[in-house]
Each structure stands twice: as C-alpha cells, then as structure tokens.
C-alpha cells in the first residue's frame, strides 16, 4: 500500500500533466487540503472555479459544490471524486415543493442557500452562502417579502439581523443542527478565555440570538460567520484561544495558519461524513480516470447560472 506522501506526489505530478485544477473545501481532511491548489469555503470555491484557467477540475468537496462549478463552467470538465459525498441540507429541499411553496406566496423573492441542488437554484432568484447572506438579503427590495431555502437557522439569523419580513424552509444539516446551547455552555465554561466563534448553520444559532439579546453571553464576543470568515477573523485577533463550533475540519487550517493559537471545537464529533469521503486514493483515481464528470442539463444551468451570477456580481 501506498504511503501518504506517494499518493500525494502521483495527484502532483498527475495534476501538473493534465494541466488539472484542484479545488478542496476546508472541512476535508489534511492531506487532501495539503494537495489542492485553492482551499476555502463555497464562495471562496465557487469563485476560483469560474477565475481559473484550468478545463479539468477536482473538486473534493461535496455535491452541490461541484454542481456549482458546472453552472458557473459549462466548457470545463468538473469531477467529483466520489459522487456519493451529497448533503443533508441539499437534500432537505426538492425543486418540486420548492415550486409549491412558492405557488403559495406569489411575489416573495426566492433566496437559496448555496446548499441546494442546481434544479433548486434555477427556482431561485438569488443564491447566497453564508459568508454573503446578509449582503444579498440587504440588496432585495426592502418591501419584498423573501422565502429563503433551505437552511432555518441560517435564515432565523439573518431575520433577526435584518429584520426583513422573511419565511423560512425547516430545512437543517445534520452535522450543525446537533449543536446545541448547551454544548456552548459546556465550552464557554470550561474555556474562560476563549473567543467564541459560530458558523450560522448551527443548531444552538436560534438559542445564542436569544442569549444574546438576554444579555447572557455578555462580555464575550461571538463571531457569527462562515469558515472562510473564522479565518479571517482569528488571523486579525489578539485573542490566543477560541471555540470553534463547526465542523472539525476547519482546525486544521486555522492551527497552520497560526501556530501559537489554540483552537477548541464547540463538538469534537461535529464530522461531515460526507465531506469525510474524499480520500486521497479518490483524488487519484479522478485524475486517472478522469470520474466522476459533474453536469447539470443546460436548461436547469441557465436559470441556476442567472440566481449564482447576481450573488458573485455583488
Ligand atoms: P461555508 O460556505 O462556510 O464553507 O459552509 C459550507 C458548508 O457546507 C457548511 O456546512
Ligand atoms: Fe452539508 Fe452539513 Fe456536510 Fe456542510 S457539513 S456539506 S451542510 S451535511
């Protein structure tokens, strides 16, 4: 069997011989973030996906990602290593009821989370993540009403935040929504000094808006944002220990980013299983083979590529 460090050096040269792109979200684990060309969050992905010159692209992530990258590409080859890396939240919204909900609130201006299929996106007016979510929100209309898909606690927060008339899909992930307040709690107890970071997925979100407003995280700053945006807070902070409460895959890019730091995750089996399938024997075998090749018929691409075009003009 082959050594990490041969596996890698084959995807390298590979890579370089293919004239291949590759793309890794920040929740995969080490030694494939070690191989990619651009690590980050989705917007971060999404973006370099449509900036770089490269026709073939790796992109180990998970579904929708790499769906994303075939709307925003058409003339690329996108490959996902393991085409059974879905999302719990994608899935928790099909076009169908997508169509009915919207049949029921005629007018309301469809934001979608950029977890969601390519066939929800082309039912959607805007699509957002979370590191844009509020600037898109901000951009509407403020007389409109907006339903936002799929994500409940993303959209509560940013209600609260925006005070927008928005409705909201019970849709959840199933790795964010098991954080609960009470797991923050725990952590900001047992950790005194340190930050508090939250992606908005959370499940605890609805429960730490509330605190907040109580007062009863008072005097210690919490940093709502998206895993690109806990990057860039942490680099800019004097603080030296923080909780993180996403998934697990984020320490690993913040403790090389910055050594002196300590980092605590909010749940230490806060794990994707999804994002967790990509392996480097994958990696290898995509570029080899040239599998598994990611497109979205190009009448759903049109109207998905309108709704990511508005986000990325932002
Ligand atoms: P980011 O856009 O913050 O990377 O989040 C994507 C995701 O799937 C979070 O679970
Ligand atoms: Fe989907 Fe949750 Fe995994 Fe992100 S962490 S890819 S939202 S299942």
């Known amino acids: 069997m082959e ?13 370089q011989q293919k004239r291949a792109l590759i793309l890794a979200h920040n929740y995969q684990v080490p030694e494939v973030q070690q191989i990619a060309d651009v690590v980050g969050d989705s917007l971060a992905l999404a973006r370099a996906a449509a900036a770089r010159p490269e026709e073939l692209v790796v992109f180990c992530g998970v579904h929708f990602m790499a769906e994303t990258a075939a709307i925003l590409c058409p003339e690329k080859r996108i490959l996902l290593p393991d085409p059974e890396a879905g999302c719990s939240l994608a899935d928790s919204l099909t076009p169908e009821q997508l169509r009915e909900w919207k049949a029921r609130h005629p007018g309301a201006v469809v934001v979608a989370y950029i977890n969601t299929s390519a066939a929800v996106k082309a039912e959607s007016d805007w699509v957002c993540t979370s590191a844009n979510a509020r600037a898109v929100i901000e951009a509407i209309p403020p007389e409109q009403e907006i339903l936002f898909v799929p994500d409940m606690f993303l959209g509560a927060w940013l209600r609260a935040q925006t005070g927008r008339r928005i409705r909201l899909w019970m849709g959840e992930c199933h790795v964010h929504a098991a954080m609960r307040f009470e797991d923050i709690r725990a952590a900001l107890q047992r ?17 730490t808006l509330y605190a907040c407003a109580e007062g009863s995280l008072e005097g210690r700053p919490l940093v709502v944002a998206s ?11 004097a603080a030296e220990e923080f909780i993180v409460g996403t998934e697990v895959g984020l320490l690993y890019r913040l403790q090389q980013e910055n050594p002196g730091k300590r980092f605590y995750p909010l749940k230490p089996d806060a794990i994707c299983p ?31 590529r309108r709704a990511l075009e508005r986000m990325l003009a932002l």
């Open 3 to 15: 050594t990490v460090a041969e596996l890698q050096q084959q995807i390298r040269e590979l890579k």
């Open 191 to 207: 950790y005194p000094e340190a930050e508090f970071l939250i992606h908005p997925e959370c499940g605890c979100m609805s429960a």
């Open 227 to 237: 895993t690109d945006g806990m990057l860039r807070y942490v680099r800019g902070s």
């Open 274 to 304: 999804y994002m967790k399938r990509i392996t480097l024997e994958k990696v290898l075998r995509s570029l080899q083979e040239e599998v598994f090749p990611i497109t979205v018929p190009e009448d759903i691409a049109r109207r998905a």
